[in-house]
T-cell receptor, first 115, second 113 residues
Framework: DQQVKQNSPSLSVQEGRISILNCDYT??????FLWYKKYPAEGPTFLIS?????DKNEDGRFTVFLNKSAKHLSLHIVPSQPGDSAVYFC??????????????FGKGTKLSVIP | DGGITQSPKYLFRKEGQNVTLSCEQN?????MYWYRQDPGQGLRLIYY???????QKGDIAEGYSVSREKKESFPLTVTSAQKNPTAFYLC????????????FGSGTRLTVV
């Protein structure tokens, strides 16, 4: 059962416009959410995160919105740039027992920003 | 510079052979993780370790083994029992039991021929 879902495998956006990447989750115990950016043949790099006690977090061109009642979060990139073209993973964390927490990842959305 | 080093970047092995992927970190992180990435599958957790000499199975541990004899090192062995070993393997670490704030290595692409 997939607990973190990214239903759009790919997204194409014109340079300068807004990119909106969506993520849904099913586990109500998730208390922290993150977005990672990944280029081919490289490890993911942390982009932005949000705690479950907030509904918005902004960092430069990147904003993450959290709607707990809908179990939905989204990443907005404004304005989109060609260098933003990558795969974006949504991830969530919850207590997994024995004093440990784990990140659960979605399958990713490939963003292509067209010049 | 602190970070995670995975080696080698590309690895080729014959079917039926065991192979060990290296992961070393100098971030002084307690927790380390191994993930596997397949096309369209996202990142799936193989094994994780919160402290030295202790590790737990993730979602797809069958056919894999790990050790954590040192805080800095978390090698992954892909055994001949793993039915589909060809994949991109990622190692990560985090500062403590709270799993957010992972730092990832650059990955190892394993191809079994």
């Amino acid at each position: 059962d997939q607990q973190v879902k990214q239903n759009s495998p790919s997204l194409s956006v014109q340079e300068g416009r807004i990119s909106i990447l969506n993520c849904d989750y099913t586990n109500s115990m998730f208390d922290y959410f993150l977005w990672y950016k990944k280029y081919p043949a490289e490890g993911p790099t942390f982009l932005i995160s949000i705690s479950s006690i907030k509904d918005k977090n902004e960092d430069g061109r990147f904003t993450v919105f959290l709607n707990k009642s809908a179990k939905h979060l989204s990443l907005h990139i404004v304005p989109s740039q060609p260098g933003d073209s990558a795969v974006y993973f949504c991830a969530a964390t919850a207590y997994s027992g024995a004093g440990s927490y784990q990140l659960t990842f979605g399958k990713g959305t490939k963003l292509s920003v067209i010049p | 510079d602190g970070g995670i080093t995975q080696s080698p970047k590309y690895l080729f092995r014959k079917e039926g052979q065991n192979v060990t992927l290296s992961c070393e970190q100098n971030l002084n992180h307690d927790a380390m993780y191994w993930y596997r990435q397949d096309p369209g599958q996202g990142l799936r957790l193989i094994y994780y370790s919160q402290i030295v000499n202790d590790f737990q199975k993730g979602d797809i541990a069958e056919g894999y083994s790990v050790s954590r004899e040192k805080k800095e090192s978390f090698p992954l062995t892909v055994t001949s029992a793993q039915k589909n070993p060809t994949a991109f393997y990622l190692c990560a670490s985090s500062i403590g039991p709270k799993g957010y704030g992972y730092t990832f290595g650059s990955g190892t692409r394993l191809t079994v021929v």
